[in-house]
């Protein structure tokens, strides 16, 4: 049987402000990030039988 979901934590003050700013200026992904992500995504979907992608 699967375990109960947590609550998830909210934050407050500082923490919710940095949070924030985080989320509104993510870094930048380099180059041979994005092709690591493309190479894996690509790998996955060859592997994948009746995707819709």
Do not use: W
Not at 11 to 18: D, N, T, Y
Not at 25 to 50: A, G, W
């Amino acid at each position: 049987m699967a375990k109960p979901v947590k609550e998830t934590p909210i934050l407050f003050g500082e923490e919710a402000r940095q949070f924030e700013v985080r989320m509104l200026h993510p870094k930048p992904l380099s180059p041979e990030r994005i092709e690591t992500i493309r190479r894996d995504y690509e790998f996955l979907r060859k592997k994948c039988v009746n995707c819709t992608f």
